[in-house]
């Protein structure tokens, strides 16, 4: 497709409850990005997959989280055992190594643990 | 530790007039500037970038302006149309694009 897709766009699940996000990126960028987007707060940095490279897990939260891009194309982020604190927008976004103006973002799944 | 800071949560502005929208950043290291513009249930859109080699980029009504002494920019934008309303992200970044690191978000309003 044209743009990053993900899917749901929105997520309702029970505390306890495992949940998978996907993102499908652009095709042919190297590069893919989850950022989380709590309410009332920034762009929280997440994980980070560049080509065949080992992802770099920096941002993620607890061992809770984890996340797989699949022959370097399609990625799934996996929240296990939600909590109420897991409630937030998930965005994906990809990026062409040659390119230098910034992510492209997909429209995020709205992830609501209840 | 917020290392990319936007203290203003919001802004209003006429139609026509400028909007000024400002952005801290803490780490020295940072040599790459972004703002992003979100819309309600929308992914957030690239809008304009600088280097730290430059202070000043232009792009048509958009102008971000950067001060590394202050470790301060800010984005210029002029005239304010309506359709500019929306959630200003500041973003930086260091030693290429590998991670971008987000402030918190300005929320722009243009009054018609």
């Known amino acids: 497709g044209a743009g990053v897709s993900q899917s749901p766009s929105n997520k309702v699940t029970e505390k306890g409850k495992d949940v998978e996000l996907r993102c499908d990126p652009i095709?042919?960028?190297?590069?893919l990005y989850w950022y989380r987007q709590s309410l009332g707060q920034g762009l929280e940095f997440l994980i980070y997959?560049?080509?065949?490279?080992?992802?770099?897990k920096s941002g993620l939260p607890s061992d809770r989280f984890s996340a797989e891009r699949t022959g370097g194309s399609v990625s799934t982020l996996t929240i296990q055992r939600t909590q109420q604190e897991d409630s937030a927008v998930y965005l994906c976004?990809?990026?062409?190594?040659?390119?230098?103006?910034?992510?492209?973002f997909g429209s995020g799944t709205r992830l609501t643990v209840v | 530790d917020q290392q990319v800071k936007q203290n203003s949560p919001s802004l209003s502005v006429q139609e026509g007039r400028i909007s000024i929208l400002n952005c801290d950043y803490t780490n020295s290291m940072f040599d790459y500037f972004l703002w992003y513009k979100k819309y309600p249930a929308e992914g957030p859109t690239f809008l304009i970038s600088?280097?730290?080699?430059?202070d000043k980029n232009e792009d048509g009504r958009f102008t971000v302006f950067l001060n590394k002494s202050a470790k301060h920019l800010s984005l210029h934008i002029v005239p304010s149309q309506p359709g500019d309303s929306a959630v200003y992200f500041c973003?930086?970044?260091?030693?290429?694009?590998?991670?971008?690191?987000f402030g918190t978000g300005t929320k722009l309003q243009v009054i018609p």
């Open positions: 976004a990809s990026r062409d190594s040659l390119q230098h103006y910034g992510y492209t």
């Open positions: 973003a930086a970044s260091s030693g290429g694009y590998q991670k971008v690191t």
């Open positions: 095709s042919g960028h190297t590069a």
């Open positions: 997959f560049q080509g065949n490279s080992a992802p770099d």
């Open positions: 600088i280097s730290s080699i430059k």
